[in-house]
């Protein structure tokens, strides 16, 4: 057991991804298809809230993000949504660093 638990730590750490949160919200809006399942992520004002539907709401609240505002366009099938909705917040991520590197270098 404790091997299994050493091993789960490790795919944790190597898979763990860095989610840019500004004022409790995403720094701006995304939309994403993969596979069959389209998420629109958008900022949402402080105090409104995570307003998502099932999948998406575990992800952002677990991501540490108190206000946002989704949209499941696509397939109904959870699974989808849930990496769907992870390779949305690494593509903001990249996003916004590039975003940041660039607005810094001028």
């Not at 949160?21 to 900022?43: D, E, Q, S």
């Not at 949402?44 to 206000?67: C, E, F, H, Q, W």
């Not at 949504?81 to 991520?93: G, P």
Request: hydrophobic residues 40%; charged residues 25%.
């Amino acid at each position: 057991v404790s091997s299994a638990i050493k091993k789960g730590v490790s795919l944790a750490r190597k898979h763990a991804i860095e989610v840019p949160i500004v004022k409790g919200t995403i720094p701006f809006g995304f939309n994403i298809k993969l596979g069959a399942a389209r998420i629109m992520l958008k900022p949402a004002p402080p105090g409104s809230g995570v307003i998502a539907g099932g999948a998406v709401r575990s992800v952002v609240s677990l991501a540490g993000i108190k206000n946002i505002s989704s949209k499941v366009l696509g397939t109904k099938n959870q699974a989808s949504n849930v990496y769907a909705t992870i390779e949305a917040l690494k593509r903001l991520a990249t996003r916004y660093e590039r975003e940041k590197y660039l607005k810094g270098k001028k």
